[in-house]
């Protein structure tokens, strides 16, 4: 079963929680993950003027962008966001205005969905953001996945890190390093996702 990991990321940080959430995925037998990730928005020339965007895009040359197939193959979906304004980025809500084909068929009804998210400042949408994800994915027909209080590093962390979904805190300059709390709870969301998603599978 393929969980599919579709992310936007300026600066990187969203992409390496990608690649965490694709760890825990496949940690699960029988489940395999794929990372895509969506168009930008950002003009190409307010990208070549910033160093930190232009190493974002580097970093990310060969991610492939996510196309209506993967999201219909999937047995589970991760969507990851930067945060903007304390909700998730125009170029993720893009891509999900852009499923109204499969919103109209009703194809991604029952999928379990996991959001993470980073931010630069920590009370600046680590909450609101998953939280407010979530609506558009509830008209989709989707079954929102958190992270309960079993993983045990939601209660220690003193960075990212909550039940609504994996987080980071990128910090001021978005260079902040996703610690080993946050990491854990990264490969926790996408190790659910894919027992989840296998035990649905089971069931249809
Ligand atoms: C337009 C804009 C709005 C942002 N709004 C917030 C915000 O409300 N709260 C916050 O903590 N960080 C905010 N940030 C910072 C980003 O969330 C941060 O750079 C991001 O988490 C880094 O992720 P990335 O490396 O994957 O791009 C904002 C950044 C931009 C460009």
Not at 55 to 78: C, N, S, W, Y
Not at 100 to 109: I, K, N, Q, S, V
Not at 149 to 170: C, D, I, K, N, R
């Amino acid at each position: 079963m393929k969980v599919l990991i579709v992310y936007y990321s300026t600066y990187g940080n969203v992409y390496k929680m990608a690649k965490l959430v694709a760890e825990g995925v496949r940690q699960v037998k029988g489940a395999e993950p794929a990372i895509r990730t969506v168009p930008e928005l950002i003009p190409q020339s307010v990208i070549e003027s910033h160093e930190d965007m232009k190493a974002g895009r580097q970093m990310q040359k060969d991610v492939p962008l996510v196309t209506l197939d993967d999201f219909k193959e999937a047995g589970a979906i991760a969507f990851g966001t930067p945060t903007r304004f304390g909700n998730v980025s125009a170029q993720l809500k893009n891509q999900i205005d852009q499923l109204t084909p499969l919103w109209f068929a009703g194809a991604l009804e029952g999928k379990p969905a996991g959001i993470f998210v980073s931010t630069a400042s920590l009370h600046g949408g680590q909450e609101t953001t998953p939280l407010t994800l979530m609506a558009p994915l509830l008209h989709l027909g989707m079954i929102i996945v958190g992270v309960p209080y079993s993983v045990q590093e939601l209660l220690t962390t003193q960075s990212g890190g909550t039940p609504y979904g994996p987080s980071h805190l990128a910090g001021q300059e978005s260079k902040r390093e996703i610690d080993l709390q946050e990491a854990t709870v990264c490969r926790a969301l996408g190790r659910r996702l894919a027992e989840i998603g296998l035990l649905l599978q089971k069931k249809s």
